[in-house]
């Protein structure tokens, strides 16, 4: 087996965040709070189901099909739902716990100040009203990210967390035409 590099997980993961970037303008056209809070889940939920589905049905998302990498389990084997969800089910906790947070300073935020007059309004109010334990949930987000990916360099298969609760590694795709590895 030859494992991908981190240049091509990088580039997957960039490739896959592009597919939602159409998403991100709907958090600036809506102006209600269960506008805003309807559009996180969705997304949220959206790219969740993505990761897992691709993974479990095809082995890979669109991103690590361009860059010719496949997720399979440790022994050689295609992954399966279970491998998927395993493999995504920190970021989707993550995911929860700051979804909580933004509905939290949502309902908050005076009914007076919706809509916003502006972007700035906008992030000064998200930043005033927001619950106490967001920050620290952000660092705890950033931290997990960032241990994750120097996980990657302490091991020969290039693994990292996420792989290793899910008993999975990514490997280069010797034929890219080619559905199993």
Do not use: C
Request: aromatic letters at 14%; glycine letters at 8%.
């Amino acid at each position: 087996m030859m494992y991908a590099t981190i240049w091509q997980r990088i580039a997957a993961f960039i490739i896959d965040t592009l597919v939602f970037l159409p998403l991100l303008p709907l958090m600036f056209v809506v102006h209600s709070r269960a506008g805003l809070l309807s559009v996180s889940v969705v997304s949220a939920l959206a790219y969740f189901a993505y990761q897992v589905g691709l993974h479990a049905l095809y082995g890979q998302t669109l991103g690590k099909r361009v860059m010719r990498i496949r997720v399979i389990r440790i022994d050689g084997v295609k992954i399966g739902w279970r491998d998927a969800f395993l493999r995504s089910s920190v970021k989707l906790g993550i995911q929860v716990v700051s979804s909580i947070g933004f509905a939290m300073m949502l309902f908050a935020i005076p009914a007076s100040t919706f809509p916003f007059a502006s972007i700035d309004d906008r992030v000064e109010n998200y930043k005033r009203f927001g619950p106490e334990w967001r920050t620290l949930w952000d660092y705890v987000s950033y931290g997990w990210e960032i241990i994750n990916a120097l996980t990657f360099f302490t091991n020969a298969q290039g693994r990292v967390l996420h792989d290793m609760i899910a008993g999975t590694v990514v490997v280069k795709v010797i034929d890219p035409g080619a559905t199993e590895q």
